[in-house]
Nanobody, 119 residues
Framework: QVQLVESGGGLAQPGGSLRLSCAAS????????MGWYRQAPGKQRELVAR???????NYADSVKGRFTISRDNAKNTVYLQMNSLKPEDTAVYYC?????????????WGQGTQVTVSS
């Protein structure tokens, strides 16, 4: 079983930066594909960025060039560096871990952390 705990959310001004962290318990972190999703009020949850166990990344078009996802397998932690924040980045951000290497495939979620971008 894996538990994911996000931290680092809060209030930022437009153009500012925040760094989210997601710490994972358990011994299978290194094989998990990790991702950050977000959900704004009245909208569906959407993918922000993902990073595979091998370090390959992909991003939503809306955050390309502004956000960077990274992982530290030694610390069982994934990060989301968010720069040049915009009001439309305001949402609850969720950490996700997924693997198809287990039977059945496992999909883990954190409890979410609020990010608010406002002047």
């Amino acid at each position: 079983q894996v538990q994911l705990v996000e931290s680092g959310g809060g209030l930022a001004q437009p153009g500012g930066s925040l760094r989210l962290s997601c710490a994972a318990s358990g011994s299978i972190f290194s094989i998990l594909r990790m991702g950050w999703y977000r959900q704004a009020p009245g909208k569906q949850r959407e993918l922000v960025a993902r990073i595979t166990s091998g370090g390959s990344t992909n991003y939503a078009d809306s955050v390309k060039g502004r956000f960077t996802i990274s992982r530290d397998n030694a610390k069982n932690t994934v990060y989301l560096q968010m720069n040049s924040l915009k009001p439309e980045d305001t949402a609850v951000y969720y950490c996700n871990g997924f693997t198809s290497s287990t039977i059945p495939p496992q999909d883990y979620w954190g409890q979410g952390t609020q990010v608010t971008v406002s002047s």
